[in-house]
Structures are given as C-alpha cells and as structure tokens.
C-alpha cells in the first residue's frame, strides 16, 4: 500500500513536526512517503504532483491557514482518482469530526488528536491486522454512514514516540526553521488556547531532548522553534536545555521559546545575562493588564514580577523579546485595552505583537462565546468581530493600529524617530500616537496600497510637521539617522535636508588613513585599503548632535554641526550598524 503525509506549510522555509512523527510511529510496519508544500504552491502543481505518485492513501494535516486549501485540493483528487483513501488530522478537524465528515463527502477518515497511536493503529487496518472498529481515536464513513469511534488514550510516555531526527537527512533541514516540542499541555488553562483541552504536562526525556537537538544543531538548522506552550514550566528542565543550547552552539542556529515571564527566577536570569547575543529569543504572552479579564479567561499572571524580568533582560541586550496582546477578551473595552497596550509598550521590548481573540475549535472561549455576546467569522481562522465591551469600529481601529505598530515599531526601521516622538510628545500613553498617526494613513488613503520604504519616511515627516509642528528641523535629522542606520545606500533621500562641507569627500578619506581613527573606531579594517572600508561604512554630517538623543532622549539640543560615522560590518542583533560622532577635518567641531 503507497501512502503519503503531507501539509501546505505557510512558508518554505518551515519544516511540519506531525507528519513525521507519523511516519515514524509506522517504520517498522510500512514504508510511507513525507511530502511538504506551501500555501503559495499554484493547488493544480499540488494536485498534479500527488497524482502522479498514484498514491493509494493520502493524510493531510490541517490548521487555520491551509485548511480551506487542502478542502479544495481533497476534493479535486477524489474526482480524479475516486478510489483514494483520504484522511485529516490536526485541531482544524480533532473537536467537531463529525460535521466535518458530513460537510465534506470526499472524506474517508478523520485522526482526531495526537496522531501517532491513532496512525499506527490505523495502518494495522489497512495491512489486515486489525479491524476499522478496533482503531480507537478516528472517524470515518463506511457505506455512506459517519463513525466515531472511542477516544484512544493518550500516551504518557513521549519517548515512545520515535524521532524524526535520529537519522536525519541534514539536506532535508539545512538552513530551515524546525518546530520542535520538548512537552506536550500546558500548566496553565487560557480558555482561548487549544492547549486547555488537553490535560496535565507530559515531557519526553531530557536525554531524548539532547540528542535530538544534537542531530539538529549538527544539521545547521536556520533556527529552532520550541512549541512548548510554557517552555520554562519546569525550571531545572529548561534550564539544563538551555545550557546545553548555549555548549553546543554552532554559530549558525538560533533558538525560540514560549516562556512565562513571571516563573524565571533570579537563578535563571544570571544564566541568562552571560548568553551569547541573538542566541535565545523569547515570546511572552500577556494579553491583558487587566485582571478581571486574566481571571474570565482563567490566564494566572503577575505582570508585576513580569515587569521585572523584561526590563531585566532588556538590559542584558543579548535575547530579543516579543510581548503578545489580544484585542477582544472578555471586560476588555477600547480604552482598558489603551492602559494593557500602553503597561507593556512602556517595558521597552523589541517588538509587541496585536493579536485578535480567535474562536478557535475546542476551546473554553467558543463554547462560552454567546456569555460575553462574541460575535465572529464562521471560517478559519475564527477572527470575532465584536462582543459586549468592544465594538467593530473599535476593532477596525486597533487593526489600523496594529498595521502601524509593525510598519513603524516592530520594523526596527524607525526607533530612534518613535522613541523621540513618544516620549517626548506622547510620553502619557504611547497608545495615542498610533491611534492618531493610523488615522492620518487613514484619512490620507495610505492603507489603501503597499508603500515604500522611502515614502514611510516621508509620512513619518509629514504626519510630525502637520500634526506635531515643534522642533521640526531637529525631528529631520533625527529620522535621516534612523535611514541611514538600516545600511549603505549610495544617495540621501530628498526629503532630508543635505549639510555640506567643502571637501567633505577627501576629508573622510583622510580620516580613514589615520592609523589611529582606524584603531579606536574601526579596528576591524586596519591595514585594510580605504576603497574596501568605503564598502562597509558611511560618513554623514548633522545639523545637531544627534547621538546624545541615545543616551537622554528628551535632551534639549541645540543647532551643533557634527559628522556621524556609519559602520554596517556588524552582527548585532539589536543595532543595525554601529555609529559615532567623528572628527572629519580640522576644522570641523564635534
């Protein structure tokens, strides 16, 4: 019998865990087939290319992002090849597995929950061993009629399971994004996660762990992505795993982790603060501020202790951090959702994720949506559209938001120029300068199509000189800085004032054959030819001096020509070059 696993991938560069954990869990009955594609794969070239392979039986593993796409891509190879056996799994078709087999006639079988005893078993079927009653854990239709059959039992011990990676092929992983899990459920019971339907905290072996990211590390995996819903549950484990992250670095992979900022204890901050920089990268979900919405949603927190801990590690400058918020939780209104966003905008962090209360299947908040009046999309991914505190005009407005949050915050492209804006104009909640510069995009129809990079600068300007109107010549220099710090371009955009130095050019040739310019601001290059330096860095003059703004941003400077100095031949993972103010020239004043 010639079976496939397959999925639609959101992008090329992931690498899909469930299949192959099935594929294992059936080596030593049968051999089957792993293919991946992505949801930007033309459906005809997927179709035409499973075809091809006359597969007997094919399993497709289903999310909200590739579910309607498999549906058509199901349907299509069972007018073309009517005696296929097709099968899903996943959580898009795990918690209502009955109405799906009746929504989609093409269907055979449905593998509801974790997959690996329900495959094998299944597989047994199909060899003669076992009868299609006996395999607990599927749904599926026989002579036209829908059949559920008893749960199967969940396996306690995970190292049963056996690894995709022991004999891994390093071409299939190279330079790709593994999603790797050391546990499966999760502490905690956050009605909106899937992970409240499952019960207790199982964890493979910590030798198991070990040798898998072993084999991974040595295949040179771009990164690894641990989906542990709370990595650091159990601190000694985590830990241990880390350490043995940071021995066996490769230079190469980067790591990251779901964690709950409020469990990682002092202990594991000293570990921390000695890491390598870009190594670790840690997402922390939040959510709300709001405690009477943690407590509706059953989410325990302590943003007091979190506050610490972010802010502590922030000052490391080694482990980037992502704090997540979703717009739409219960006792939630438009304006406490202002207070959550601005109580963790306010930590400083590198990036803060809006997200949208999805009513995703299986979980408490679907069934308990009609108790805070939720309305939402029937489809994946279950976006809700309003309830009881939150209107649809607000939530259109957090989305305008949230499209300015990541153009102009979590872009990295801009942070010198929002940081001044904020704290100098908008100090009392961050909050209101995106709700009113998403509402300049809007009103100037800016949503309406992709803009570029220069012209995000450019209404970046024109929003500060129209709406903010003080100290507009300084606020230029200051966004010309953040331009200039993302890389080497060969001309300053227009909309930036340009200061000339007569002579300028040769003065920073001059500069660069000073042996002792080269050893105190660019060691990197000495002994290097000044056409090769040239390559990796830039000079620049300023009407002021505005590298004092990183060190106090609300410092009040006065007009003061100076020459900044650009250096792109880094790989901090923070700052995108690394800048000075230069003496270039005799005559020219720092």
């Given at each position: 019998?010639?079976?496939?696993?397959?999925?639609?991938?959101?992008?090329?560069?992931?690498?899909?865990?469930?299949?192959?954990?099935?594929?294992?869990?059936?080596?030593?009955?049968?051999?089957?087939?792993?293919?991946?594609?992505?949801?930007?794969?033309?459906?005809?070239?997927?179709?035409?290319?499973?075809?091809?392979?006359?597969?007997?039986?094919?399993?497709?593993?289903?999310?909200?992002?590739?579910?309607?796409?498999?549906?058509?891509?199901?349907?299509?190879?069972?007018?073309?090849?009517?005696?296929?056996?097709?099968?899903?799994?996943?959580?898009?078709?795990?918690?209502?597995?009955?109405?799906?087999?009746?929504?989609?006639?093409?269907?055979?079988?449905?593998?509801?929950?974790?997959?690996?005893?329900?495959?094998?078993?299944?597989?047994?079927?199909?060899?003669?061993?076992?009868?299609?009653?006996?395999?607990?854990?599927?749904?599926?239709?026989?002579?036209?009629?829908?059949?559920?059959?008893?749960?199967?039992?969940?396996?306690?011990?995970?190292?049963?399971?056996?690894?995709?990676?022991?004999?891994?092929?390093?071409?299939?992983?190279?330079?790709?994004?593994?999603?790797?899990?050391?546990?499966?459920?999760?502490?905690?019971?956050?009605?909106?996660?899937?992970?409240?339907?499952?019960?207790?905290?199982?964890?493979?072996?910590?030798?198991?762990?070990?040798?898998?990211?072993?084999?991974?590390?040595?295949?040179?995996?771009?990164?690894?992505?641990?989906?542990?819903?709370?990595?650091?549950?159990?601190?000694?484990?985590?830990?241990?795993?880390?350490?043995?992250?940071?021995?066996?670095?490769?230079?190469?992979?980067?790591?990251?982790?779901?964690?709950?900022?409020?469990?990682?204890?002092?202990?594991?901050?000293?570990?921390?603060?000695?890491?390598?920089?870009?190594?670790?990268?840690?997402?922390?979900?939040?959510?709300?501020?709001?405690?009477?919405?943690?407590?509706?949603?059953?989410?325990?927190?302590?943003?007091?202790?979190?506050?610490?801990?972010?802010?502590?590690?922030?000052?490391?400058?080694?482990?980037?951090?992502?704090?997540?918020?979703?717009?739409?939780?219960?006792?939630?209104?438009?304006?406490?959702?202002?207070?959550?966003?601005?109580?963790?905008?306010?930590?400083?962090?590198?990036?803060?994720?809006?997200?949208?209360?999805?009513?995703i299947k299986g979980t408490g908040m679907r069934?308990?949506?009609?108790?805070?009046?939720?309305?939402?999309?029937?489809?994946?991914?279950?976006?809700?559209?309003?309830?009881?505190?939150?209107?649809?005009?607000?939530?259109?407005?957090?989305?305008?938001?949230?499209?300015?949050?990541?153009?102009?915050?979590?872009?990295?492209?801009?942070?010198?120029?929002?940081?001044?804006?904020?704290?100098?104009?908008?100090?009392?909640?961050?909050?209101?300068?995106?709700?009113e510069f998403s509402t300049y995009f809007e009103?100037?129809?800016?949503?309406?199509?992709?803009?570029?990079?220069?012209?995000?600068?450019?209404?970046?300007?024109?929003?500060?000189?129209?709406?903010?109107?003080?100290?507009?010549?300084?606020?230029?220099?200051?966004?010309?800085?953040?331009?200039?710090?993302?890389?080497?371009?060969?001309?300053?955009?227009?909309?930036?004032?340009?200061?000339?130095?007569?002579?300028?050019?040769?003065?920073?040739?001059?500069?660069?054959?000073?042996?002792?310019?080269?050893?105190?601001?660019?060691?990197?290059?000495?002994?290097?030819?000044?056409?090769?330096?040239?390559?990796?860095?830039?000079?620049?003059?300023?009407?002021?001096?505005?590298?004092?703004?990183?060190?106090?941003?609300?410092?009040?400077?006065?007009?003061?020509?100076?020459?900044?100095?650009?250096?792109?031949?880094?790989?901090?993972?923070?700052?995108?070059?690394?800048?000075?103010?230069?003496?270039?020239?005799?005559?020219?004043?720092?």
């Open positions: 019998m010639k079976i496939l696993l397959t999925t639609l991938n959101s992008k090329f560069i992931h690498t899909n865990l469930a299949i192959r954990y099935l594929k294992e869990s059936v080596k030593d009955l049968i051999q089957v087939d792993v293919r991946e594609y992505t949801i930007n794969n033309q459906l005809d070239y997927i179709l035409k290319d499973i075809y091809k392979h006359n597969y007997d039986a094919v399993f497709f593993s289903t999310y909200i992002w590739n579910i309607y796409d498999i549906v058509k891509l199901c349907d299509n190879l069972k007018k073309v090849k009517p005696e296929i056996k097709i099968g899903l799994g996943g959580p898009e078709v795990t918690y209502d597995s009955e109405n799906a087999m009746e929504k989609y006639e093409f269907l055979d079988y449905i593998i509801r929950g974790e997959g690996e005893l329900i495959f094998r078993s299944l597989v047994q079927h199909f060899l003669g061993q076992k009868k299609i009653e006996d395999v607990k854990g599927i749904t599926y239709r026989k002579d036209g009629e829908v059949f559920v059959n008893e749960e199967m039992e969940v396996l306690q011990d995970l190292d049963k399971i056996p690894s995709p990676y022991d004999n891994l092929d390093p071409k299939e992983y190279e330079n790709r994004i593994v999603y790797y899990e050391t546990s499966r459920g999760c502490p905690f019971n956050c009605q909106y996660c899937l992970s409240s339907a499952m019960e207790g905290l199982r964890y493979f072996s910590i030798d198991r762990v070990k040798r898998d990211l072993k084999n991974l590390i040595g295949a040179r995996v771009s990164q690894i992505k641990f989906i542990d819903r709370t990595f650091n549950a159990n601190k000694k484990f985590a830990k241990e795993i880390m350490e043995f992250l940071a021995e066996n670095d490769n230079g190469y992979t980067t790591y990251h982790f779901e964690v709950t900022a409020h469990l990682l204890d002092d202990d594991m901050l000293d570990f921390l603060k000695d890491c390598k920089e870009g190594l670790f990268q840690f997402e922390i979900g939040v959510q709300s501020t709001n405690q009477k919405t943690l407590d509706a949603v059953g989410r325990r927190d302590d943003f007091k202790r979190l506050s610490y801990v972010v802010k502590t590690i922030k000052s490391f400058r080694n482990i980037h951090q992502h704090l997540d918020l979703i717009a739409g939780l219960p006792y939630e209104g438009y304006e406490r959702f202002e207070e959550s966003f601005n109580d963790v905008f306010n930590l400083g962090i590198e990036q803060l994720q809006l997200g949208f209360l999805k009513m069934y308990s949506a009609d108790k805070y009046g939720y309305r939402f999309k029937d489809y994946a991914p279950y976006e809700i559209l309003f309830n009881d505190f939150m209107s649809y005009d607000e939530m259109l407005k957090i989305k305008d938001i949230e499209e300015i949050l990541e153009l102009y915050y979590n872009s990295n492209n801009f942070p010198l120029s929002i940081e001044y804006i904020i704290r100098n104009h908008y100090d009392e909640s961050p909050f209101k300068f995106f709700e009103d100037n129809g800016y949503f309406d199509m992709a803009q570029g990079k220069n012209q995000l600068y450019k209404i970046l300007l024109d929003f500060y000189n129209e709406k903010i109107n003080k100290e507009n010549e300084l606020f230029s220099e200051v966004l010309k800085y953040d331009y200039l710090s993302l890389g080497k371009i060969s001309t300053v955009p227009s909309i930036f004032d340009k200061v000339e130095i007569s002579g300028f050019k040769n003065k920073c040739h001059e500069f660069l054959h000073d042996v002792e310019n080269l050893k105190v601001y660019l060691p990197q290059f000495a002994d290097t030819p000044t056409k090769y330096i040239l390559k990796y860095i830039h000079f620049e003059p300023f009407k002021y001096d505005i590298l004092k703004l990183k060190e106090d941003i609300n410092a009040k400077l006065e007009k003061n020509q100076t020459v900044i100095l650009f250096d792109y031949n880094t790989n901090k993972v923070f700052d995108k070059s690394k800048t000075y103010t230069v003496k270039v020239g005799e005559d020219d004043e720092v």
